[in-house]
T-cell receptor
Framework: KAGVTQTPRYLIKTRGQQVTLSCSPI?????VSWYQQTPGQGLQFLFEYFSETQRNKGNFPGRFSGRQFSNSRSEMNVSTLELGDSALYLCASRMTTGALLYEQYFGPGTRLTVT | AQKITQTQPGMFVQEKEAVTLDCTYD???????LFWYKQPSSGEMIFLIYQGSYDEQNATEGRYSLNFQKARKSANLVISASQLGDSAMYFCAMREGATGGFKTIFGAGTRLFVKA
């Protein structure tokens, strides 16, 4: 079974631009969560989607948004990029029913650099 | 507010020995879950083990076991028979929320170095 895939793996953007990151979950996983990882703040939860609905949101400004499609693939968008948005963005998927529903599996991440 | 504390920034262990990575948590929820993840230098987060707050038995997965002490609010990871490939960053995390959607709060991590 294929794992979680994220594209692109690396991105360089300029301040003020916007960026869209993509995540394809493991087949059969309906939930997708996004996390930001930085050396200073560590791993922080951004949001979770399943059934195309945002279920939970972390403490991030409105510049960070996401969506989920009917095939469970998810995209995350960051508008008006700031230098502090430079980070590794991780996506994780999980099942939403069954005994293993709390086990999240992460993708390799997208490393975003804002200059 | 929910919080995860990992007090060991770095740990060294001799190959083939056991090592315990500490994790304490704070929550007012009755239902919660605790995880451990491994992050090698490649950056990918690898799920290791999960313990639900109502699980009476400590979780085990191969060489990994979670020493869950609910009254002390601790969820330490024990790695038995350490291998060189165990050298990585280890994160303790807590699930907040339930089946309707949840978010995961991570600790700062412990970097484990396994010596040959």
């Amino acid at each position: 079974k294929a794992g979680v895939t994220q594209t692109p793996r690396y991105l360089i953007k300029t301040r003020g631009q916007q960026v869209t990151l993509s995540c394809s979950p493991i087949s059969g996983h309906r939930s997708v969560s996004w996390y930001q990882q930085t050396p200073g703040q560590g791993l922080q939860f951004l949001f979770e989607y399943f059934s195309e609905t945002q279920r939970n949101k972390g403490n991030f400004p409105g510049r960070f948004s996401g969506r989920q499609f009917s095939n469970s693939r998810s995209e995350m968008n960051v508008s008006t990029l700031e230098l502090g948005d430079s980070a590794l963005y991780l996506c994780a998927s999980r099942m939403t029913t069954g005994a293993l529903l709390y086990e999240q599996y992460f993708g390799p991440g997208t490393r975003l650099t804002v200059t | 507010a929910q919080k995860i504390t990992q007090t060991q920034p770095g740990m060294f262990v001799q190959e083939k020995e056991a090592v315990t990575l500490d994790c304490t948590y704070d929550t007012s929820d009755q239902s919660y879950g605790l995880f451990w993840y491994k992050q090698p230098s490649s950056g990918e987060m690898i799920f290791l083990i999960y313990q639900g707050s109502y699980d009476e038995q400590n979780a085990t997965e191969g060489r990994y076991s979670l020493n869950f002490q609910k009254a002390r609010k601790s969820a330490n990871l024990v790695i038995s028979a350490s291998q060189l490939g165990d050298s990585a960053m280890y994160f303790c995390a807590m699930r907040e929320g339930a089946t309707g959607g949840f978010k995961t709060i991570f600790g700062a991590g412990t970097r484990l170095f396994v010596k040959a």
